[in-house]
């Protein structure tokens, strides 16, 4: 139970580095062709190369060049809609050369705005033109995932589910608990979203640690991370939950479920979550929505939050940021998911769901840290702050002792 535990209250973080996945909108190619004669050929062997890509023509992707030469076949199943490249730096002088490109490209369905994702390229003239000959993502980037191998993919009738080096079975079961947690999320915060999730399933922790850009170290253990931009617009690009298969796939059908529901929420709740939210409430408030409806007590949803309780070492203070550190003790990170997730019920209990939401939301549309929670809790729940965390405290005596 112990460890199963640390995989659920492990089980992601809104607040992620967002070099993998960065929603910008605007058009998916340059505004206009560069105005240098050689940034225009390479921009030019770039678009062929964009062209082929969708229309799955390996000998038109071939012609531009043998870096990735199996990445038509290892994309065959993604369903995109848009993939193109955008010149933004030249490097170095005769017949090889660096560069630097945005990838732009959406998924059919989920992105409304294309995903980014910074490449080093590398190119040589031959026979009169350019070819590509490398392509990797800049500096600590992450890869995306058809750099790993061939990807699978499952539609669900509200998930996306993306894996390398995965059973389809097993895929079509994640899906059906994505497509799940979705309406579950609907019922819990409102239909002004998506409504749609995209699943990464790489094939190890180690490739996880790829698709972040982190070591995976970091990661052991965490069940999912959600990749996106806090406060975002609602046309930036669909999230991407990320799947650790290794401590994932070692939940039972609950613990999976309340994950995927956990992860969903920071999906629906990115465009109000921003850098105002402390990770108590965008944390507290993902668990509150997968426990909902669960029938689980208390001390089934906070056992080492009980601990505490019943040791008489119960925390005096809602956790700051740092206390959600992936590399911290496995009981302080689940005390600071525990607490969050009680702060959030106590609200919904004694004030209601929908002061729960609107006090969200307060938060994330204050304009700093400073003050934010103080703010909205005089506004939306008429309680000062040091009355809330003594409320607070009570309550979990109250529930827990």
Sequence with gaps: MAGRRRAMSRAGSFVVPVALLVGL???????????????????????????????????AYRAT??????????????PLKSWAYELTRLDGRGSRIGAEAE?????????????????????????GGWRVVEDEPVNKSGRQLWEQGRVTAVQGDHSLVLGVGQQRSVLRSYARIADDAVPAVVDAWGSDWARGVVVLVPESLDGMGELLGAPASGYQGIAAVTTGEAGGSRTAPADRVILNPEAYGVLGYFGKQVVLTHETTHVATRAVTSAATPLWLSEGYADWV???????????????L?????????????????????????????RAYESGWMACRMI????????LKAFYRAVGGHRQR??????????VLGVEEKDFVARWREYMRSELG
């Design 25 to 59: 909108s605007g058009c998916e190619r340059g505004a206009e062709t560069p105005a240098d004669p050689r940034s225009a050929a390479v921009q030019r062997v770039l678009d062929r190369r964009a062209d082929a890509v969708l229309d799955g023509d390996a000998g």
């Design 65 to 78: 060049g043998g870096a990735d030469p199996y990445l038509l076949s290892d994309l065959a199943e993604v």
């Design 103 to 127: 990838l732009r490209y959406r998924v059919d369905g989920y992105d409304g705005a294309p995903v980014v994702a910074a490449r080093r390229l590398t190119l040589e003239r031959k026979d």
């Design 290 to 304: 997968g426990y909902r409806g669960t029938g689980r007590t208390a001390g089934q949803a906070a056992p080492e």
């Design 306 to 334: 009980q601990r505490s309780v019943r040791d008489g070492s119960a925390p005096a203070e809602l956790p700051d940021d740092a206390a959600f550190g992936f590399s911290g003790d496995a009981a302080e990170l689940a």
């Design 348 to 355: 919904a209990d004694r004030w209601g769901e929908e002061k």
């Design 370 to 379: 400073a003050g934010a929670v103080e703010g909205a809790l005089a506004s």
